[in-house]
């Protein structure tokens, strides 16, 4: 009985560490990326690649059922 319990608590321990961890690693990856502005507007000579002001309704339709966008 006894050694049933040793290894019951020796594998919640492994258990509790191992979440412990990746919860630790979550929260560092969490904190690298909150300062990541992934929508500022782009440095350099950046080329606008496409106008949606030249299509007509019945186009832009066209396109949607055509590739799924």
Request: hydrophobic letters at 45%; one cysteine or more; aromatic letters at 18%.
């Amino acid at each position: 009985m006894g050694k049933l319990v040793w290894d019951m608590l020796k594998v919640f321990v492994i258990f509790v560490a191992c979440t412990l961890l990746f919860y630790f690693g979550l929260r560092t990856m969490h904190a690298e990326y909150e300062q990541y502005h992934r929508y500022d507007a782009p440095e350099g000579n950046s080329v606008k690649v496409f106008n949606a002001e030249d299509q007509h309704f019945i186009d832009r339709l066209n396109l949607f059922f055509r590739l799924g966008e």
